[in-house]
């Protein structure tokens, strides 16, 4: 029989190997294992990396796991890496990953009448950067694609899953009064996403 800690090894190799996070049923299945129990595995191995301060630490997206390096490193890594190109958000992306990451699955039409103003290429981008995807059709009349956010969106808003977002209750009013913001590197949005989510709470934005 395999032991615990022989299974948990694997997982650290296959993470290493696998680059993109990796699914605990895809390793559960390598190993012969149910899936519960490899989400009980490596997020053991995700609390022992943190208890340990390890400079590579394990983040969970969605029921998927994968290596990163600990956000406290940053400078130094900085230091000796030569930056990529920064990908930014508009102020138009912002809010159109906002409608489609609190209203998906969402149609296009959907997202216009809640901007006021048509969002094809704006969606398209998002699409480009991988933040966006389709997500079937709709059954209204033409049936409409549907639109929400991926397993990359959640990478780089630091989230496990969506429902980690910050709670508001009407996207459109969020939407509707949000102060205009300076576009900002992708990684850093998420604190954009959570002023436009929270604009409501000042009642002179948007008078």
Known sequence: M?????IK???????????????AKTAANAMNIDKAQ???????????????????????VDGKFQF???DGNYDYIRSIVTPAKERRLTQAALETLAIIAYKQ?????EIDSIRGIRSERVIDGLIKKGLVCERGRSNAVGR?????TTDFFLTNFDLKTIKEL?????????????????????????LELEEIAGATSDPEVGS
């Open 38 to 60: 490899a989400l009980e595995y490596f997020r053991e191995l995700e609390a022992e990396y943190d208890e340990q301060e390890r400079g590579i630490r394990i983040r969970e």
């Open 105 to 109: 699955p969402v149609t296009k039409g």
């Open 9 to 23: 090894a694997a997982f650290e190799s296959m993470m290493f190997v696998w680059g993109d996070p990796l699914d």
């Open 144 to 148: 409409p694609i549907l639109y929400g």
């Open 166 to 190: 910050p709670q508001i209750e009407d996207i459109e009013e969020a939407i509707q009064y949000a102060e205009p913001l300076t576009p900002m590197d992708i990684r850093q949005t998420s």
């Open 2 to 6: 395999t032991t615990k800690k022989t």
């Open 68 to 70: 990163i390096t600990y």
